[in-house]
């Protein structure tokens, strides 16, 4: 079920304080609203009475979807305080560890494509490795987007630019990613799972290499 804690915060701008309703759980069969905040990016907006004072204020959550089957724990890089834990009762289901909303908002979008997200990491890395070399910068985000007639779709930011370009890639790459997932014999492990480019660089090398 979804948490609800009320809390007081101050504003980081003028210091005055603000009840706050921290969502430390979202169960997104039982509040739908709550999903369609975090898709839309709103999930964590904060914004003073007193002085008006707009920000995102981020705290740890966890968003569960029983339903579909996953999992998805938030947390800031870096915090120990704060490293989420499935319940034993739910320790058969696809966990993952996200950073921030927009990592939080593609998982979402991903598993609700009923798609693989170690795949879609690794389709992610060789098309950021190609848009790299082509712009000769190293500062360039993609996102899943969609699934389309078109293929798998990513949004792609540029540094300094918040509109997104977007970029699709054919179905049959990321069939090629799972194909060499299943080479690999790729488990999932028991606990929260990061899935980035590290995991996707890891695991392009170890193919190369056997």
Request: proline residues 4%; glycine residues 6%.
């Amino acid at each position: 079920m979804s948490t609800f804690i009320n809390k007081d915060v101050a504003c980081p701008n003028c210091g005055g304080t603000k009840k706050l309703t921290i969502i430390s759980a979202v169960n997104a069969q039982e509040n739908p609203e709550l999903k369609e905040k975090i898709l839309k990016e709103s999930f964590f907006d904060f914004e003073c009475e007193s002085c008006g004072y707009k920000s995102e204020l981020m705290y740890p959550t966890i968003y569960h979807d029983p339903k579909k089957g996953f999992m998805i724990g938030l947390y800031r890089t870096g915090s120990q305080g704060s490293k989420v834990e499935a319940p034993a009762s739910l320790k058969n289901i696809t966990k993952r560890r996200v950073k921030d909303l927009a990592e939080l908002k593609e998982k979402i979008l991903i598993f609700d494509n009923s798609l693989d997200d170690v795949a879609i990491e690794m389709v992610k890395n060789s098309l950021l490795e190609i848009l790299k070399k082509s712009f000769g910068s190293d500062n360039i985000k993609a996102y899943f987007s969609k699934l389309g007639e078109n293929g798998i779709e990513f949004a792609i930011f540029f540094a300094g630019d918040n509109k997104p370009q977007y970029h699709s890639i054919k179905k049959e790459v990321y069939d090629n990613c799972c194909e060499i997932l299943s080479s690999l014999n790729f488990k999932e492990p028991a606990d929260f799972l990061r899935v980035g480019p590290t995991l996707a660089s890891d695991l392009l090398n170890k193919y190369k290499n056997t």
